[in-house]
């Protein structure tokens, strides 16, 4: 089963400045709740996403995309496996899904998400 990338998310350390910013730029819709905004870029069809502004121990700068698997703990076992590390997880959301963060061999920073 092929694991397709379906989020895409976008790490700041003051949301309502990101938020802005992105709008002003390329227009898009964003809705904030609480640390993370939801955001429509207004591509039918395109991949979600979502600003998140995490504690001050947290990074701050990043963006992260997600995998979808529903293969998530068997996923990250095989991560580690080949060399990976998983960093984050996995976390339940409040949707029923789960998301976890793992470390490549090159030291990027991927979401894993399991569908709804």
Not at 6 to 15: K, Y
Not at 49 to 76: A, V
Not at 92 to 106: I, M, S, T, V
Request: aromatic fraction near 10%; proline fraction near 7%; hydrophobic fraction near 35%.
């Amino acid at each position: 089963m092929k694991k397709p990338v379906v989020h895409f998310e976008i790490g700041c350390n003051d949301i309502a400045e990101t938020t802005k910013f992105y709008q002003d730029i390329f227009d898009w819709n964003v809705s904030i709740e609480g640390n993370s905004a939801v955001i429509d870029t207004g591509n039918e069809g395109g991949i979600p996403g979502h600003f998140n502004q995490l504690g001050p121990d947290e990074p701050q700068n990043y963006i992260n995309i997600y995998i979808q698997t529903p293969t998530l703990e068997d996923d990250l076992k095989l991560i580690e496996i080949k060399g990976g590390k998983k960093v984050v997880g996995p976390i339940p959301l409040k949707d029923g899904r789960e998301f976890a963060w793992f470390k490549d061999l090159a030291g990027n920073t991927v979401g894993l998400i399991t569908p709804k």
